[in-house]
């Protein structure tokens, strides 16, 4: 199921022209399972970015 959602978050967010798409947790270690759900979608692990876009 979360994997259906995030397609479809990426889908719309293509269709609407937004880049990049980027997608931002915490590091602590209850966010690993969405960190794994990014990276098995086609995301990659960077350093934190919210105060720079």
Do not use: K, Q, W
């Not at 199921?1 to 880049?19: C, F, K, P, Q």
């Not at 798409?21 to 086609?42: K, M, Q, S």
Request: hydrophobic content about 40%.
């Amino acid at each position: 199921m979360a994997t259906l959602m995030l397609m479809h978050i990426v889908d719309e967010a293509r269709r609407r022209d937004y880049e990049p798409i980027c997608l931002e947790t915490g590091t602590d270690e209850y966010f690993a399972p969405a960190r794994r759900l990014y990276v098995r979608n086609g995301f990659i692990d960077c350093p934190p970015f919210a105060a720079s876009i």
